[in-house]
Nanobody, 127 residues
């Protein structure tokens, strides 16, 4: 069973940066596609970015393209989300998610395709 533990997040000013981490003690974590999602109050959870197990393919939602960077360090069993040029509309609880089922796509973009989730971390951006 994958245990994905998130860290990072917190409070930032508009235009600032934060980095989120999603780490596992399981080496098998490196074999899984991972996504970062976010959920703002009163809104549905949405995909922010996704990455292939190898890190070779990445997906970004239009709302974060050019500002956020997803990456992974498989030597550390960790996936990162670097968030730059933050805006108040980026305020949300952010979740990492891993897909441990058979994977034959470069990345996955819907909630239902992931089956293990981190605990969530709050990101608040003030104007």
């Amino acid at each position: 069973q994958v245990q994905a533990v998130q860290s990072g997040g917190g409070l930032a000013q508009a235009g600032g940066s934060l980095r989120l981490s999603c780490a596992s003690s399981e080496r098998t974590f490196n074999n899984y596609p991972v996504g970062w999602f976010r959920q703002a109050p009163g809104k549905e959870r949405e995909l922010v970015a996704a990455i292939r197990w190898s890190g070779g393919s990445k997906y970004y939602a239009d709302s974060v393209k050019g500002r956020f960077i997803i990456s992974r360090d498989n030597a550390k069993n960790t996936v990162y989300l670097q968030m730059n040029s933050l805006a108040p509309e980026d305020t949300a609880v952010y979740y990492c998610a891993a897909r441990t089922r058979y994977s034959d796509k470069r990345y996955y973009t819907s909630l239902e395709e992931y089956n293990y989730w981190g605990q969530g971390t709050q990101v608040t951006v003030s104007s």
